[in-house]
């Protein structure tokens, strides 16, 4: 017997789609290596807008810091505990703005703790900016687009 996933609210997708970003926690990362390969990994998000745009902490000797200087184009997957899926396809670029960088800095202990101040060389924050967001509700192989704002 096929599932029967929970219908999709339209006028909800906004807020289901932050509710799987609150219970999942940790999205898988992909971006792609210079030889064309897709490259996945867990990231922690160290802020998420209402907009979707999603900030990304990382050490500048990590793989990704280099896949992401050659191809920006980015997309971080979302699946809940319920199975509920968000997908963020968008572009990642170095954040530069000194207040966005203080402000993040200052809500986060850990990148205090291992880092010990933003002027830390290996620190780069990623700002990734959606440009597509689509939410699906379990198993239901049905995307639906995400409204912005």
Known sequence: MKPRPEPVDPERLHELAHAVIREA??????????????????????????????FVANLAVYRKTREIAANPRVELAYLSPGHDQLRITGTATVESDPGTIAGIWEKNPLLRQYLGSPDNPQFVLYRIDPLQVRFMREWALDYHEVPRS
């Open 25 to 54: 926690k940790f999205p898988m990362l992909a971006t792609v290596d210079p030889g064309g390969q897709p490259r996945v990994r867990p990231v922690s998000p160290v802020r998420v807008d209402a907009d979707f745009t999603v």
